[in-house]
């Protein structure tokens, strides 16, 4: 099988090569449109501030290439908002594969949310044999709002979409690279789509 994590700068992507060889496989790092349309499953990191990362989406061409990849798709954190309408963060226009715009939680609560959070409502093959209330690691100051495409929900001052899903593909808010045995059978779970 072959693994693209998509290399534009803007991602912790060694943490998550690291993930996917803990549970058996290689991932290629890269930029490459070929290599990407040749992939059996794409990962969509991110980790930063999006205006800037959308930046380097557009000055490689990747924003016009991840919207119409065929294959599954997993965007993590920013990398799953941006797959998103927009977000208030920079007033970001997304790549608009998810039919909703990524908001800002409100200083009533610490941002951004740093740690372990559960997660439940689980609604997709993402989370085969996960329980629900697992818990996950979480590190951001927006999130998306539920909508029809929330496939797992989690809570930090409103209810708000842990993870996303449209046709091949999935977000999760959460980094499943760092969340422990739980996160480990997600991405496992994720190379086992279809």
Same mark, same amino acid.
């Given at each position: ?53 959308? $930046?380097? +989406?557009?000055?490689?061409?990747? =924003?016009? /290439?991840?919207?119409?990849? !065929?294959?599954? *798709?997993?965007? #993590? ?15 970001? $226009?997304? +790549?608009?594969?998810?039919?909703? =715009?990524? /908001?800002?939680?409100?200083? !009533?609560?610490? *941002?951004?949310? #740093? ?80």
């Amino acid at each position: 099988m072959k693994i693209v994590i998509i290399n534009y700068g803007a991602g912790n992507i060694q943490s998550i090569k690291f993930a996917i060889q803990r549970i058996g496989f290689e991932a290629v790092l890269t930029d490459d449109v070929n290599e990407i349309l040749a992939a059996d499953k794409v990962i969509f990191p991110g980790v930063g501030e999006a205006s800037s990362a959308m $930046k380097k +989406l557009r000055a490689s061409g990747l =924003d016009k /290439l991840v919207p119409k990849l !065929k294959q599954p *798709v997993l965007g #993590i954190c920013l990398g799953m908002q941006l797959m998103c309408n927009s977000t208030k963060e920079g007033d970001t $226009k997304g +790549l608009g594969i998810f039919n909703i =715009d990524v /908001l800002k939680f409100t200083n !009533k609560v610490k *941002v951004p949310q #740093i740690g372990w959070n559960q997660i439940k409502n689980l609604k997709s093959d993402l989370f085969k044999e996960i329980s629900e209330e697992e818990y996950i690691y979480l590190v951001h100051s927006f999130y998306a709002p539920l909508c029809n495409e929330t496939i797992a929900e989690s809570d930090y001052e409103l209810v708000y979409s842990a993870a996303l899903k449209k046709d091949n593909f999935y977000g999760t808010q959460f980094h499943p690279e760092k969340s422990s045995s739980v996160g480990e059978k997600i991405l496992k779970n994720f190379l086992n789509l279809n």
